[in-house]
């Protein structure tokens, strides 16, 4: 039997706007098992990247409860929150976020830092999952000296460092070229048959077809939620 591993029930966002108030999530029920491969797709303006920011704990909503891994988050403090992200959740984002000047074992070791691991600790586990995604011959370079897919490959090796319960990927193919996005998509495959659960957010429905359930989002409800393999 599978277990949730994110429990949302009637989780409502709104925003104010001057004197105005912007509903932006008007009420979502999701329920997504551990070892799932969701994506999360909508137009601008859906609410799928203020429903990706509550997923990811960088935000909290205005009513309604979130379980992450069997914690309630809605309630918690910033500080709680910035904790449960570093525990759990593995971001992967179009734009990389690296750091210019620090290799890229550096870079995927950083996460282990916060969480306060030892140097040779950190540097063994960012080794080690840097050659899981196939980069073994390039830890010591800089992102400058790497190739877009490269440099999110890098970034997907930080994700999975801290071995956490989902990797939240924000558009992670926006700013590469198709053949490379095809790569990076097998990439997140691998990674999904190792038993990870991946949940993605993308406006491109060849890049969502990866996945193995469509969750539609629409004005700020759930328009259409679907397996698809």
Same mark, same amino acid.
Request: hydrophobic share 40%; proline share 3%; with cysteine.
């Given at each position: ?20 108030t912007v509903y932006v999530l008007k009420g979502i ?11 999360? !797709? ?33 309630? !918690? ?7 449960? %992200? ?6 992967? +984002?179009?734009?990389?976020?690296? !750091?210019?000047? =620090? ?10 830092i916060y969480a306060g691991k030892s140097k040779s ?9 840097? =050659?899981?995604v196939g980069l073994a011959d390039r830890m010591d ?43 990076? !998509?097998?990439? +997140? ?19 969502? %077809?990866?996945?193995? %359930? ?16």
């Amino acid at each position: 039997m599978s277990q949730p591993i994110i429990q949302i029930k009637n989780i409502k966002r709104d925003f104010a706007l001057g004197s105005e108030t912007v509903y932006v999530l008007k009420g979502i029920d999701l329920t997504i098992n551990k070892g799932e491969y969701v994506a999360l !797709m909508g137009p601008s303006g859906s609410g799928k990247s203020t429903l990706m920011n509550l997923l990811g704990c960088l935000d909290t909503p205005t009513s309604g409860s979130y379980i992450l891994n069997g914690k309630d988050v809605s309630k !918690m403090t910033d500080n709680e929150l910035a904790e449960i %992200r570093n525990k759990e959740i593995g971001f992967v +984002f179009q734009t990389f976020n690296l !750091m210019p000047r =620090t290799t890229a074992l550096d870079n995927v070791a950083l996460p282990l830092i916060y969480a306060g691991k030892s140097k040779s600790d950190r540097s063994a586990r960012a080794a080690e999952v840097l =050659t899981q995604v196939g980069l073994a011959d390039r830890m010591d370079h800089k992102p400058n000296q790497l190739s877009g897919g490269q440099r999110q490959r890098v970034a997907v090796a930080r994700a999975l460092v801290n071995h956490p319960s989902i990797i939240l990927a924000d558009e992670p193919t926006g700013n590469l070229d198709s053949k490379t996005s095809v790569e990076i !998509m097998q990439l +997140f495959n691998d990674i999904h048959a190792q038993g990870n659960t991946v949940i993605l957010v993308t406006h491109e429905e060849d890049i969502a %077809r990866f996945a193995h %359930r469509i969750i539609r989002l629409k004005d700020g409800i759930i328009e259409k939620d679907e397996i698809t393999k």
